[in-house]
């Protein structure tokens, strides 16, 4: 069992930067794939970043690559994602996520979810 608490989310200007993260429980967290995904308001949630269990390796929405950066800290148990150059569309509901395998490929393989922050980015 994991369970994740994200935090870090608010209102910023566009332009500007947040970073989020997500504490996660247990001490198998270095096994889990990680990601973030949203949900803005009237839409569905979907993919924004993900990082691997092993080697590290990273993947990204269109809509956020170069923008957005995501990291994990196994030694604290703790996921980052790294925003900048916000933009208004970029408002919505972030999840941390995880998945009991090495790559974190489409949010049917999320395992756990965790409650949400809200990003909200004003014009």
């Known amino acids: 069992q994991v369970q994740l608490v994200e935090s870090g989310g608010g209102l910023v200007q566009a332009g500007g930067s947040l970073r989020l993260s997500c504490a996660a429980s247990?001490?198998?967290?270095?096994?889990?794939?990680m990601g973030w995904f949203r949900q803005a308001p009237g839409k569905e949630r979907e993919f924004v970043a993900a990082?691997?269990?092993?080697?590290?390796?990273?993947r990204y929405a269109d809509a956020v690559k170069g923008r957005f950066t995501i990291s994990r800290d196994n030694a604290n148990n703790t996921l980052y994602l790294q925003m900048n150059s916000l933009k208004p569309e970029d408002t919505a509901v972030y999840y941390c996520?995880?998945?009991?395998?090495?790559?974190?490929?489409?949010?049917?393989?999320?395992?756990?979810w965790g409650k949400g922050t809200l990003v909200t980015v004003s014009p």
């Open positions: 247990g001490r198998t967290f270095s096994r889990y794939a």
């Open positions: 996520a995880a998945q009991n395998s090495n790559i974190l490929r489409t949010i049917t393989d999320v395992n756990y």
């Open positions: 990082v691997n269990s092993i080697g590290g390796g990273t």
